[in-house]
């Protein structure tokens, strides 16, 4: 039997969005990275942006093909396609809890720093799992 509101109109179960955590395989990848063994994931701050920082410098391949701003479309994947040449450490260049880390960026002949959370990876990339756990725990963890 449906609920009703007080002018009969069928009450629906409000939306509600969860952060799931994550289950073994990316918690363990987070926790890993984070040079951590505890069972609790920890929020972003200077600290732990920087334990992140070095693991990913450590592990990803450089350079790698991303995209600013997501394409929407196949000439968009073309034009919109950079290379990631390094990441840039938090502590000595601009980085923080708001933006992560950012990174220095090739397009042609002109070389930009964006923020890591902010590109697309092409997918099959060999670091897409890395910049997953990442865009994960940066953004559920801030």
Known sequence: MPICTQDNTAWTEPNVVTVDVPKGGQKVRIMKALGLADDRIP??????????????????????????????????????????????DPVNH???????????????????????IE???PQGSPNCQLIEDFWYWFWNWR
Not at 48 to 55: A, G, K, Q, S, V
Not at 94 to 116: H, S
């Open 43 to 88: 929020n972003v701050d200077e600290d732990t942006l920087f334990r992140y920082y070095e693991y990913l410098s450590a592990n990803l391949s450089f350079p790698f093909a991303a995209y600013y701003p997501h394409p929407t479309n196949a000439r968009e994947q073309n034009e919109f396609c950079c290379y990631v040449m390094e990441l840039l």
């Open 94 to 116: 601009f980085g923080d809890e708001f933006d992560g880390i950012f990174c220095k960026t090739r397009k042609g002949k002109y070389e930009l720093k964006l923020p890591l």
């Open 119 to 121: 590109l697309e990876l």
